[in-house]
């Protein structure tokens, strides 16, 4: 399956942003699906996963309360409704597959098929 990342963009901090990422090839309701996170001189971070149905997900501490993942199989799209937005979320952020399908995997290496990214800038 390719993934392509789109809805980054400048935001202050207390806004919000809708991310979007388009799936296409494999059939996509088959796989659950992640959401990292890379700013500038870190390390990819997990940012959130939902499962294949969708009733399942899963987020890092650091965005609970603030950040939702959805996903529309009908349309092949999953999103990340952003809330709240911090200097600190400040990444490029990437959308991927979860090779296991358990939304509990949170490591880089646990998912593949990674879409290129979509930059979201937060100013203070």
Same mark, same amino acid.
């Given at each position: ?25 494999? *059939?996509? =309701? %088959? ?5 990292? $996170? ?12 939902? $499962? ?13 309360? $603030? ?8 349309? %092949? ?6 809330? =709240? ?37 937060? *100013?203070?």
């Amino acid at each position: 399956v390719q993934l392509q990342a789109s809805g980054g963009g400048l935001v202050q901090a207390g806004g919000s942003l809708r991310l979007s990422c388009a799936a296409s090839g494999r *059939s996509f =309701s %088959n796989y659950g699906m992640g959401w990292f $996170r890379q700013a500038p001189g870190k390390e990819r971070e997990f940012v959130a996963a939902i $499962r294949w149905g969708g009733a399942v997900t899963n987020y890092a501490d650091s965005v609970k309360g $603030r950040f939702t993942i959805s996903r529309d199989n009908a349309k %092949n799209t999953m999103y990340l409704q952003m809330n =709240s937005l911090k200097p600190e979320d400040t990444a490029v952020y990437y959308c991927a597959v979860a090779l296991s399908g358990s939304v509990y995997s949170e490591q880089v290496q646990d998912f593949a098929s990674w879409g290129q990214g979509t930059l979201v800038t937060v *100013s203070s």
